[in-house]
């Protein structure tokens, strides 16, 4: 038969066991958002094992300090590819999603500054190409007033896009039809694929065939 204090020595063999390896396993969890997860679900694993306060503790102060090894690098390795997005829609969205990837995660406001940083320089650089955009189809005959410009209407699921001079895209519930406009006076006359549109336009409104549609704002 064993002893007490057998069993006393086994019992502290088998916790070292269990502390060693759950260390062992968060230092191998890889430098990504997998990794910190892995992390926290080691630690879990590991409080549902025979180990007393003190090794649960030290096991969790050693996961915390992981995780803050892997954050750091996730955080720089994310804002270093934040440059490599490119200054476009796609790269718009690109960045924004990233952001909601990081949600929960503890360098997710660092980061946040960082891609908001980037959010801006994207938006200038598309601005700025819109309206020279813009200024180039007001020179070829668009009227100041509608070029450019988005219209939707006051239950925001349709929409008029004045892409140019020229054309127009008329959007409703997901689809979109192209079509030509002209303007004449105060009259925005769309020939569409059925039929002629009829528009008056006023104060930054467009009116007609019992619609009413607003210009958004850039």
Do not use: W
């Amino acid at each position: 038969m064993c002893s007490g204090r057998a069993i006393v020595d086994k019992r502290l063999a088998i916790q070292q066991t269990i502390l060693g390896r759950a260390k062992r396993l968060i230092d191998q969890s890889p430098e990504n958002l997998e990794g910190l997860q892995r992390v926290g679900i080691i630690v879990a694993n590991t409080e549902k094992a025979i180990i007393n306060t003190n090794q649960l503790n030290e096991v969790r102060d050693y996961a915390r300090a992981r995780r803050q090894v892997i954050a750091d690098a996730l955080l720089e390795s994310g804002i270093a590819r934040l440059d490599t997005f490119p200054t476009t829609l796609e790269g718009l969205g690109v960045v924004r999603d990233n952001v909601n990837s990081l949600a929960g995660q503890d360098m997710r406001t660092a980061y946040i500054d960082a891609a908001s940083r980037r959010n801006d320089a994207i938006s200038a650089v598309l601005a700025q190409q819109k309206a020279e955009q813009r200024e180039k189809a007001i020179a070829a005959g668009g009227d100041p007033d509608i070029t450019g410009y988005t219209f939707v209407d006051d239950s925001d699921t349709s929409m008029l896009g004045f892409r140019d001079e020229n054309r127009v895209i008329f959007a409703v519930l997901g689809m979109k039809i192209a079509a030509d406009y002209e303007v004449s006076q105060d009259d925005v006359i769309i020939e569409g694929p059925n039929g002629t549109l009829i528009f008056t336009k006023h104060e930054g409104r467009l009116t007609g065939t019992g619609l009413t549609f607003r210009k958004q704002q850039n």
